[in-house]
């Protein structure tokens, strides 16, 4: 029997059973992807990481990421959680005002900047790959079905956009918090619509926003990766950042930063910084980040 060592993170929120949860498994040598799927269905949460040895010389480690359903090649809250538990367990050295980390991950390697006062990591940051933009989802009466809501709730002036920065979404804006928090979510019509298309996941925001220091209100809905509404998705939040750019619904400046509500309907609240770097109106850089909190952690044995 092999006993695996498990730690649990609430990751883009200062306190507990907040923001989005992740178990970090953070020495993964000799588990098969196999078992590493059956982990993260056995603990059902979004997403739980594995930490490996790097591949490449240089770079801090692997981190694989896996959902209840699918692997992922990269996400945000799993590599800013990963980056915490490693940190707090003393696996990595500190060094202030920051510390780098290379990741490598599905995409490629991702940078971890952490910010360090006190031998403590604060903020984590991870930068993200540039974005590209897809198709348009043109079948809007679906999405309307699909959520619950009707015309009047959306501008049709904004389209309804595939976005990446590793991992596609479908973005819908929304005018209004009200009409956000009344979705209810319709699977068998994203069944019908939305399961084979290029981004399955669908990213709902508006501008109205329950927190004065927030810019967006956002939820997310992923039953392709087995997740029902997630509660933070940094993996989305990059390219959320890019769509906003685009198409010029905050103000544009060498560095755009804004805070990403989300979790709230759910119950954990989250918030998601977001910061985009131009040149001109080409964007240059993405990185999203946040705020981490210890939960505790366990064990699981398993005959290998």
Partial sequence: MRKLQYYLVD???DRP???N???VFPDAQ???????????????????????????????????????AVELPMAGHPTVGTAFILSHNNLISLTEPETTLLFEEGVGVIRVTLS???????????RQPLPTFGPQFTERDAIMRMLSLDAADFDAALPFEVVSCGVPFLYVPVKSLEAVRRI????????????DFVAPHI?????????????????MFAPAMGIVEDPATGAASGPLGCYLVRHELVKLDNVVEFVSEQGFEIGRPSFVTIKIALEGRRITGVQIGGQCYFMGEGSLELAM
Avoid: Y
Avoid at 37 to 55: I, M, R
Avoid at 184 to 195: D, G, K, P, S
Avoid at 203 to 219: I, P
């Fill in 30 to 68: 000799g588990i098969s992807p196999a078992v590493m799927q059956s982990l993260a269905k056995e603990l059902n949460l979004s997403e739980t990481t594995f930490v490996l040895p790097p591949q490449q010389a240089g770079n801090d480690c692997q981190v694989r990421i896996f959902t209840p």
């Fill in 203 to 219: 990213f709902v925001f508006t501008q109205e926003t329950e927190t004065a220091h927030a810019t967006v209100h956002s939820r």
């Fill in 17 to 19: 059973f907040g923001g």
């Fill in 184 to 195: 209810r979510f319709r699977r068998n019509v994203w069944e019908q619509t939305l399961r």
């Fill in 11 to 13: 990751v883009f929120t």
């Fill in 21 to 23: 949860p992740l178990a």
């Fill in 116 to 126: 360090v006062k006190d031998g403590q990591a604060s903020i984590i940051q991870m």
